[in-house]
C-alpha cells in the first residue's frame, strides 16, 4: 500500500509550489467566516470539503447570486437573505471536521450532468505505471460525482467524447497525462514512501483542466 498522507491542505500546498502546476489548481483557502465570504464574492460559487475524508464525505457546494446565498447538500439546496443566516444554517449541515475552501469550477457535463476525471498510478518495481483513467458522471440531481454517491462510471475516452469536441477531448487526456506526470514527482519529493496516488481532475465548460484532490489511497 506504501504511505498514506490524507491531509487535502498540505498535499495542495504541495503542489503549489511548482508553478506549471499551480494554475491548474482551484484557489484553496482553509475555512474560516471572513475566507468564505471572500471566495464567494470573487467566484459566486464554492465547494467546501473536510480537510480528510474521501467518497464525497460532508462536500458542500455553496453560492451567490443577485444578493442571495444558497448552499447546496447533495440534492438539498436551501437559500438565505443574509451571509450570516447562511454561514449559521453551513456550520450546522457540515461535518465536525476541520474543512477547506476551493474555488467552484463550472464542469462540462453529459445532459447536464457533470463529469471529473480520475486517474490512478501505482509504483511497482521502482517505476510508475497508470493502473486506471476514468471518468466519473454525476448522478442526475447531484454535483458530486463519486460513484459511491450513485455517479457512473465511463472510461475517460468516453466521457471526454461526450462532453467536448473531438479534437479537444483528444488533447485533454494528453494534457492530463502530462500533468499526472508531473505530479508524480512533486508528490514523491514531498511525501516519500508513497506507492499509489489518484488524482481528480476536472474539465471546465472551456476547456480548462483542473487538479481538485490528490489521493494516496484511491479507491
Known sequence: MGRQFANKWLKTE????????????????????????????????????????????????????????????????????????????????????????????????????????????????????????????ARPGLFVTNLCKGGTLLTARAGLSRSLSRGVAKRKRQEMRNLTNTCIGIMESSFPGIEQLGFDYGIDVNGRVWIFEVNTRPQ
Open 14 to 137: 504541495a503542489l503549489l509550489g511548482n508553478e506549471s502546476v499551480a494554475a491548474h489548481i482551484p484557489q484553496t483557502r482553509m475555512y474560516s467566516s471572513e475566507a468564505l465570504r471572500q471566495m464567494l464574492h470573487k467566484f459566486g460559487m464554492v465547494v467546501i470539503k473536510p480537510v480528510r475524508g474521501g467518497g464525497g464525505y460532508g462536500v458542500i457546494k455553496v453560492t451567490y447570486s443577485g444578493g442571495v446565498y444558497s448552499f447546496t447538500n447533495m440534492s438539498r439546496r436551501v437559500s438565505f437573505a443574509s451571509y450570516d443566516a447562511m454561514f449559521r444554517a453551513l456550520n450546522r449541515a457540515k461535518v465536525r471536521r476541520s474543512y477547506i475552501i476551493q474555488q467552484g469550477i463550472h464542469l462540462a457535463s453529459i445532459g447536464g450532468r457533470p463529469i471529473d476525471y480520475r486517474v490512478k498510478v501505482v509504483k511497482q518495481n521502482g517505476n510508475w505505471v497508470y493502473r486506471a483513467m476514468v471518468g466519473r458522471l
